[in-house]
């Protein structure tokens, strides 16, 4: 259902656009994609749609909270991974 709305590319959009706004909202919408992801298979087209760009922001949330693993952000950017 999700799928067929194009809700995965605009959750993408959104978590790479919005990186700089409050942390309970990114992290909300990181769970919202994870969950997404886990519970209804993901099309070829979407995951096509993943730029590197996105893939090395989340890796860089995690490398800029290497110091604190009780950090909230730390599991669900994982989990996206």
Do not use: C, K, T, W
């Not at 194009?6 to 990114?26: N, Q």
């Not at 769970?31 to 995951?47: A, F, G, K, N, W």
């Not at 890796?59 to 730390?74: A, K, R, T």
Request: aromatic share 10%.
């Amino acid at each position: 259902m999700m799928n067929e709305e194009g809700i995965f590319p605009r959750l993408v959009d959104l978590i790479y656009e919005r990186r700089d706004d409050d942390a309970g909202l990114h992290r909300m919408l990181l769970e919202l994609l994870y969950e997404m992801s886990r519970i209804q298979r993901l099309r070829i087209q979407d995951l096509i749609l993943i730029e590197d760009e996105f893939v090395q922001y989340l890796f860089q949330i995690i490398e800029g909270l290497s110091d604190d693993v009780h950090d909230p952000y730390h599991y669900p950017v994982i989990r996206v991974l």
